[in-house]
């Protein structure tokens, strides 16, 4: 079966411009997260969907970033406008289903650099 | 916050030798997870045990959980270069949350 899949992979952005990402999760997984993993730390929840429902967006900061998952399938992250502290990588994850027992499948990532 | 902390945050260890990482939490949980992430990729899952299990094995993996005291561990035996990477244990909020939170992890190098 095909993984999560992430793109791009790296993406080079200048302050205060738009970035967005996208993520294709493992066919027939309800469940799909976006987390946020900075250097030599462990990934951070930014949002969970259950289909198309997010669930759990409760460390998103809405000020600057969205998320949408159309049609329960793919999903897209983006960030306006993009600040220095958002350099880090961003990773999608998807489930069969809640995560409390189920594991996780992540993607690659996609590593962001703000200049 | 962090559920979740792994110790030691780095271990070197020559191929062929057993390498332990320790994973302590806070609050109760039904289950605890280890992944493992190489360099410049995602995570991988490797095993979940639940709060009722004490050990459970997984090729030259060997997890243990001690609910009363709060940790974990990951054994990894007979160790091989292709066992680099960082590991991380994941634990869910407490409440029956369905978050999953993530320790630092430990990065493991194991030199040929």
């Known amino acids: 079966e095909a993984g999560v899949v992430q793109s791009p992979r790296y993406k080079i952005i200048e302050k205060k411009q738009p970035v967005a990402f996208w993520c294709n999760p493992i066919s027939g997984h309800n469940t799909l997260y976006w987390y946020l993993q900075n250097l030599g730390q462990g990934p951070e929840l930014l949002i969970r969907y259950e289909n198309e429902e997010a669930v759990d967006d409760s460390q998103l900061p809405k000020d600057r970033f969205s998320a949408e998952r159309l049609k329960g399938v793919d999903s897209t992250l983006k960030i306006q406008p993009a600040e220095l502290g958002d350099s880090a990588v961003y990773l999608c994850?998807?489930?069969?289903?809640?995560?409390?027992?189920?594991?996780?499948?992540f993607g690659p990532g996609t590593r962001l650099t703000v200049t | 916050s962090q559920q979740g902390e792994e110790d030691p945050q780095a271990l070197s260890i020559q191929e062929g030798e057993n390498a332990t990482m320790n994973c302590s939490y806070k609050?109760?949980?039904?289950?605890l997870q280890w992944y493992r992430q190489n360099s410049g990729r995602g995570l991988v899952h490797l095993i979940l045990?639940?709060?009722?299990?004490r050990e459970k094995h997984s090729g030259r993996l060997r997890v243990t959980l001690d609910t009363s005291k709060k940790s974990s561990s990951l054994l990894i035996t007979a160790s091989r270069a292709a066992d680099t990477a960082s590991y991380f244990c994941?634990?869910?909020?407490?409440?029956?949350?369905?978050?999953?939170?993530f320790g630092k992890g430990t990065k493991l190098t194991v030199n040929p």
């Open positions: 994850a998807s489930s069969r289903g809640p995560s409390g027992g189920t594991e996780q499948y």
């Open positions: 609050t109760s949980i039904n289950n």
């Open positions: 045990i639940r709060s009722n299990e």
């Open positions: 994941a634990t869910p909020l407490p409440g029956g949350s369905e978050k999953l939170v």
